[in-house]
């Protein structure tokens, strides 16, 4: 068992770590949360990397826990569902919930992370050490090197936990030791931001959906944000026409932008400059096994298990991982070495199906949200939510108003969709049955 007067090094000060060491400092443990970077709250946002976050149900359960959901809160901006631009013709609300009253809510990844970080650094015990970039870590023994702008330094820690995000130098760490394996698999896609100002003092667009340019192949979304600004991503292939390689001069830009998002060009002044100068981000899901190692190192959030962004989920699963965690050492009287192991086997399935809905959920989002067909289903999914409460809840209800196991959301659903395949089937039986009869009386008149 690890005693409450060692200290537990959580490297990475982003959204999963703070949070890590609010849990782990209400818990009597002496926390330092090391970050490779300058404190974000003295600095300037990295150009073209903000990707707004929907938070929902789960994050907002880790944040209750440690009661800072209500500041949270304050900032955010609530999005009912979904407006579908198409390239002719006026947008289309579609309801996230069958009752028209449940929202995700668009929030600053930065003023989150702030918030979390100041809430860490107000606990007792918690230190915060940044321009620390780990170049070394002992799993045998907690021993860590860091690169600091004044020079190597050595620290030691009873356990370590990589918070680090998808390109986790814990992980790379344990990696190089041969201590796990892993597969990251990237789209060949990649993202872009942009920025809608506001118009006359106010929002550009409807400020209380989550707005969606589907576009077969590839779509742009847009966030509200608190200053009545919008924040759009691109979603694009690489290569290939109509493609990030593709545009590569403001001629072929504006041209572009003006025959598949005409709506957007008189919003976004800046649009070419925000392309051009932008960076491209990539995506990609990790998987790697295990997620810990003899009880002394430990990956949350991106670290273990990275996920594509188009579920809105990758902050929430990784405070649900903080959450598990808690409960795991609650289970284990804070045997770390019975812990992280639970953890695991709590957490991996579930962040596999996250993991495979959010991929789904991409082809949905660029493609099929235009489509009647897939229009004519979420109006009868939500018709069929109303009539059986508790007994019909969609996929979508589930993932993000709930904090159903992401792998019991995908049990469920799978049930689910053979009842509504048996009503669809008697629903055009029905039709069929009606089109005869009136074929008939037609014949007969």
């Known amino acids: 068992m690890t005693a409450r007067r060692d200290e537990i090094a959580i490297i990475g000060a982003g959204l999963a770590g703070c949070l890590a060491a609010c849990f782990l400092a209400r818990r009597g443990y002496p926390v330092a949360l090391y970050e490779r970077r300058p404190d974000p709250r003295t600095g300037t946002a990295e150009r073209g990397r903000s990707i707004n976050l929907a938070l929902s149900e789960r994050g907002l359960d880790a944040l209750r826990r440690i009661g800072l959901a209500e500041q949270v809160m304050a900032d955010a901006l609530p999005m009912r569902g979904r407006m579908i631009h198409p390239v002719q013709g006026e947008p289309q609300f579609q309801s996230y919930s069958a009752s028209g009253d449940r929202a995700i809510n668009s929030i600053s990844r930065g003023a989150l992370n702030n918030a979390l970080l100041d809430a860490a650094a107000a606990l007792p015990g918690v230190r915060v050490v940044f321009d620390h970039r780990l170049v070394g870590l002992d799993p045998s023994d907690g021993a860590l090197t860091f690169e600091t702008p004044q020079g190597t330094v050595d620290a030691k820690a009873s356990v370590v936990l990589g918070a680090d995000g998808a390109g986790s130098v814990v992980r790379g760490q344990l990696l190089a030791s041969g201590l796990l394996r892993e597969n990251v698999d990237f789209l060949d896609y990649g993202y872009k931001e942009l920025t809608i100002p506001p118009l006359g003092g106010d929002f550009a667009l409807e400020e209380d959906a989550l707005h969606i340019w589907p576009r077969g192949t590839s779509m742009m979304i847009a966030l509200p944000n608190p200053d009545r600004s919008f924040t759009c991503t691109l979603f694009w292939p690489n290569e290939g026409a109509g493609s990030f390689a593709a545009l590569d001069n403001p001629l072929a830009i504006e041209r572009h932008f003006t025959e598949h998002y005409p709506d957007v060009v008189p919003l976004a002044p800046t649009l070419v400059d925000d392309y051009q100068h932008n960076p491209v981000g990539v995506l990609g899901t990790v998987r790697c096994t295990p997620w810990q190692v003899n009880g002394t190192v430990g990956l949350l959030g991106d670290a273990a298990h990275a996920i594509v962004p188009f579920y809105g989920q990758g902050a929430n699963c990784a405070f649900e991982d903080v959450v598990e965690l808690d409960h795991c050492l609650d289970e284990?009287?804070?045997?770390?070495?019975?812990?992280?192991?639970?953890?695991?086997?709590?957490?991996?399935?579930?962040?596999?199906?996250?993991?495979?809905?959010?991929?789904?959920?991409?082809?949905?989002?660029?493609?099929?949200?235009?489509?009647?067909?897939?229009?004519?289903?979420?109006?009868?999914?939500?018709?069929?939510?109303?009539?059986?409460?508790?007994?019909?809840?969609?996929?979508?209800?589930?993932?993000?108003?709930?904090?159903?196991?992401?792998?019991?959301?995908?049990?469920?659903?799978?049930?689910?969709?053979?009842?509504?395949?048996?009503?669809?089937?008697?629903?055009?039986?029905?039709?069929?049955?009606?089109?005869?009869?009136?074929?008939?009386?037609?014949?007969?008149?």
């Open 332 to 445: 284990c009287a804070d045997d770390w070495a019975a812990a992280l192991p639970l953890f695991q086997r709590r957490r991996q399935e579930n962040a596999e199906a996250i993991a495979q809905m959010a991929l789904t959920n991409f082809v949905e989002m660029r493609d099929k949200v235009a489509s009647p067909v897939f229009q004519l289903r979420r109006r009868v999914e939500h018709a069929l939510e109303r009539a059986l409460p508790d007994r019909y809840v969609s996929q979508y209800e589930m993932v993000s108003f709930s904090t159903t196991p992401y792998a019991e959301v995908r049990r469920r659903v799978r049930r689910q969709h053979r009842v509504l395949g048996v009503v669809a089937g008697g629903a055009a039986l029905l039709l069929v049955g009606a089109v005869g009869a009136a074929l008939g009386r037609g014949r007969r008149g």
